[in-house]
């Protein structure tokens, strides 16, 4: 079983840049795939990104790609999620993800997760 803290949230402007983290718990971090998805109010839950145990394998929205980019840090039992170019339509509030997968794909459904994080609030202003 995994514990999941994000932090990073926060009010930006549109154009500024935020970093989000996931701390994990446990000593098998390794053997699970993460991910980052978002909800915004009134709205469902929205895939970000994904990625596969070994970080050799990320996928992208295509709302995200090219602004926001995925990394996890196995020694600290941590994820990322550097937001660049943040604009309005990215306000939501932003969970991690995570599942025990040995998948060679990332996975991109939120009921495929096993474990999820507090959410963090990011508010992008115009």
């Known amino acids: 079983q995994v514990q999941l803290v994000e932090s990073g949230g926060g009010l930006v402007q549109a154009g500024d840049s935020l970093r989000l983290s996931c701390a994990a718990s446990?000593?098998?971090?390794?053997?699970?795939?993460m991910a980052w998805f978002r909800q915004a109010p009134g709205k469902e839950r929205e895939f970000v990104v994904s990625?596969?145990?070994?970080?050799?394998?990320?996928y992208y929205a295509n709302s995200v790609k090219g602004r926001f980019t995925f990394s996890r840090d196995n020694a600290k039992n941590t994820v990322y999620l550097q937001m660049n170019s943040l604009k309005p339509g990215d306000k939501a509030v932003y969970y991690c993800a995570a599942r025990d997968s040995g998948s060679v794909r990332p996975l991109t459904t939120a009921n495929l997760y096993d474990y999820w994080g507090q959410g963090t609030q990011v508010t992008v202003s115009s």
């Open positions: 446990g000593r098998t971090f390794r053997s699970y795939a």
């Open positions: 990625s596969t145990r070994s970080g050799g394998s990320i």
